[in-house]
């Protein structure tokens, strides 16, 4: 793993000149639950904005995500924190539209360059994702085909959304890998993803998602289970092809150095609520939610001596979400009596850092 105390430093003081300002004002009917994410200079209208969104299990109405909001603007990454289970990977297939719609239900508003992909019919979402939004999933080795070629997984998706031939495509594939720093790209492109090392995998994965030169890519942990070197070549990699095309990125993880590293905004989740958003920089020197001081505070100090503070208990499950108040009030050492029975408002305590909590730091 990346050193994470180092990454803190670093990384923040990397994200320090991003091109983030200042949280614009929520809307009067979101005004209690809409944290009005960073603006982009620049950019008339957000890429990508949620308004209050929220999933249920449609058989019993459990709650899966509640009033979601936030937006995304053009060049931007965006880090998604928290523990598994809070509901982050959740929110990325139920965004990208891959959730069995028969099983859910959704509300509120999704965004999409000013249009509600809500009311989207299913041609036209088939024609958007992958192509304008696309999704490098969690583990490569269960996402790609395992009895297809590297070159005809990646040329699928390029022939998918481009009027181009079996040579065109495979060309295309060929340069999409070279793009994502494939070293041997007409080799690989005869190989099965069997054959391939977990850092190769995840470079197929990236060109995938490349391969149409999506405006978003919603990446769900990257780098999971890669060594300290491939992990960073792959951030690396996230950061030149935003430079070279343009692309956003909401970035799905628990570890916060890699949040430091790349990210120039952070969200925080849990129990499928957002509950704090701020600038990197801002979100790791002053976290404002009792639950984002205990993900800090569980870091590993480099002295490397005593035991590491914990957050009690663990993440319910969506059963058990707690969303008549606080969801963390369970587990929070801070809670006061009205948190668990009545929902905090946001709050905007300065230079566009908000956070969801009675009583914040």
Not at 168 to 189: H, I, K, N
Request: hydrophobic letters at 45%.
């Amino acid at each position: 793993m990346l050193n994470p105390l180092a990454l803190v430093s670093e990384g923040a003081d990397a994200c320090a000149d991003a091109h983030v300002a200042d949280a614009c004002v929520p809307d009067a009917h979101v005004a209690d639950t809409c944290v009005p994410a960073a603006h982009v200079p620049g950019t008339a209208a957000p890429l990508l904005e949620l308004r209050e969104y929220s999933l249920r299990l449609r058989r019993d109405g459990t709650g899966l995500l509640d009033k979601v909001s936030f937006r995304l603007g053009t060049g931007e990454i965006v880090g998604l924190i928290g523990e598994s289970g809070c509901g982050k990977t959740l929110l990325a297939l139920s965004l990208i539209r891959l959730l069995e719609p028969n099983l859910f239900t959704v509300a509120g508003q999704v965004f999409w360059r000013g249009e509600d992909i809500l009311a989207w019919p299913e041609k036209r979402l088939i024609s958007w994702r992958g192509k304008e939004l696309a999704m490098i999933f969690q583990e490569p080795m269960t996402s790609l085909n395992p009895v297809w070629r590297v070159g005809a997984q990646v040329a699928e998706a390029i022939r998918l959304h481009q009027p181009v031939g079996v040579k065109e495509a495979a060309s295309l594939a060929c340069q999409a890998l070279r793009q994502a720093a494939v070293a041997a790209p007409e080799r690989l492109m005869r190989q099965y993803p069997h054959e391939l090392s977990g850092g190769l995998r995840q470079r197929v994965m990236l060109a995938i998602a490349m391969a149409n030169r999506p405006r978003l890519i919603l990446a769900d942990e990257p780098t999971t289970a890669l060594d300290v070197s491939i992990q960073a070549q792959i951030l690396e990699l996230m950061l030149r092809l935003r430079e070279e095309t343009g692309a956003s990125f909401l970035l799905i993880t628990h570890d916060l150095a890699v949040v430091a590293e790349v990210c120039d905004r952070a969200l925080v989740m849990y129990a499928g609520r957002v509950v704090e958003a701020a600038a990197t920089r801002d979100l790791l020197d002053t976290p404002r939610h009792w639950y984002t001081r205990g993900l800090l505070a569980s870091l590993p100090g480099l002295d490397g001596e005593g035991r590491l503070p914990v957050i009690p208990g663990a993440v319910p499950a969506p059963a058990q979400y707690n969303w008549r108040g606080c969801g963390f009030a369970g587990r929070c050492r801070r809670a006061l009596p009205r948190c668990g029975r009545e929902p905090p408002p946001w709050s905007d305590v300065g230079a566009g850092h908000w956070v969801r909590c009675h009583a914040p730091a």
